[in-house]
C-alpha cells in the first residue's frame, strides 16, 4: 500500500517560477525523503529530512515536515526547464534503525518547466 | 564510480515465457531492493535483501516471483511464467544500510512488456 500521497499529481509552470509540491502520509516516520525521476530513468535521491526536523535546504530546494500534520512539501526556487521531472516523496517507517530503510514511495508529481 | 547496473533494459517476451532481470549493486553497499513501477500502482517493493540475505519479500506478488542474491555483486529477479500484467519498469536499487543517511541508489530499471 502506499504510504506518500504527493499532491498535486501534475504541475505545470514557466522557467524562473517556483515549484511546490506537497506529501502526506499516514504512519510515524523515522525520516522522509525526495526523489526525481527524469523520463525513462532510475530515481534519484535529492534530500532526507529526518522526523525531528522541520526544514532543510540543498541549493535551489527546500524541504518541511510538519509530524503534527503528516505532511512534507518540496519547493524548487527559480525552476528551470531541466527540472523537469516526476518527483517522489518516500518514507521509513518509525522503528527504522540507522540505514535499514525499507521506503514506500508515493505515486509522484509530475513537474513540467516551460522555457 | 559506477552505480546501479541493470540488464536487460528492455525485454519483449511471450505470455508464459521466463523473463531473467539482473542487477549489479555499487560496491560495498550491502543493502539491495527490488521494486516495480507501473503506472497504476506507483513504485512497489518486491523483495530487499541485507548482506545477501533476504529479510522481506512480503511484497513479491506471487509463487512466479522469484529472487536471488548470490554474492555481494550480484541479483537476479526471475518470472516464472511470465504473464500480460506483469508487464512494468523494474528497478534494483542498493544502500549501505550503515550509512546514517540511508539513500537508495537506483538502476536505470528494466522495462519488461510481456504479450
Known amino acids: 500500500s502506499q504510504q506518500g500521497e504527493e499532491d498535486p499529481q501534475a504541475l505545470s509552470i514557466q522557467e524562473g517560477e517556483n515549484a511546490t509540491m506537497n506529501c502526506s502520509y499516514k504512519t510515524s516516520i523515522n525520516n522522509l525523503q525526495w526523489y526525481r525521476q527524469n523520463s525513462g530513468r532510475g530515481l534519484v535521491h535529492l534530500i532526507l529530512i529526518r522526523s525531528n526536523e522541520r526544514e532543510k535546504h540543498s541549493g535551489r530546494l527546500r524541504v518541511t515536515l510538519d509530524t503534527s500534520k503528516k505532511s512534507s512539501s518540496l519547493l524548487i526556487t527559480a525552476s528551470r526547464a531541466a527540472d523537469t521531472a516526476s518527483y517522489f516523496c518516500?518514507?521509513?517507517?518509525?522503528?527504522?534503525?540507522?540505514?535499514?530503510?525499507?521506503?514506500?514511495f508515493g505515486k509522484g508529481t509530475k513537474l513540467s518547466v516551460i522555457p | 564510480d559506477a552505480g546501479v547496473i541493470q540488464s536487460p533494459r528492455h525485454e519483449v517476451t511471450e505470455m508464459g515465457q521466463e523473463v531473467t532481470l539482473r542487477c549489479k549493486p555499487i560496491?560495498?553497499?550491502?543493502?539491495l531492493f527490488w521494486y516495480r513501477q507501473t503506472m497504476m500502482r506507483g513504485l512497489e517493493l518486491l523483495i530487499y535483501?541485507?548482506?545477501?540475505?533476504?529479510?522481506?519479500d512480503s511484497g513479491m506478488p506471487e509463487d512466479r516471483f522469484s529472487a536471488k542474491m548470490p554474492n555481494a555483486s550480484f541479483s537476479t529477479l526471475k518470472i516464472q511464467p511470465s504473464e500480460p500484467r506483469d508487464s512494468a519498469v523494474y528497478f534494483c536499487?542498493?544502500?549501505?544500510?550503515?550509512?546514517?543517511?540511508?539513500?537508495?541508489?537506483f538502476g536505470e530499471g528494466s522495462r519488461l512488456t510481456v504479450l
Open positions: 518516500a518514507t521509513a517507517p518509525a522503528y527504522s534503525g540507522a540505514g535499514s530503510y525499507q521506503l514506500t
Open positions: 560496491s560495498g553497499h550491502n543493502s
Open positions: 535483501f541485507n548482506n545477501n540475505v533476504p529479510i522481506d
Open positions: 536499487a542498493s544502500s549501505n544500510r550503515d550509512r546514517i543517511t540511508g539513500e537508495l541508489f
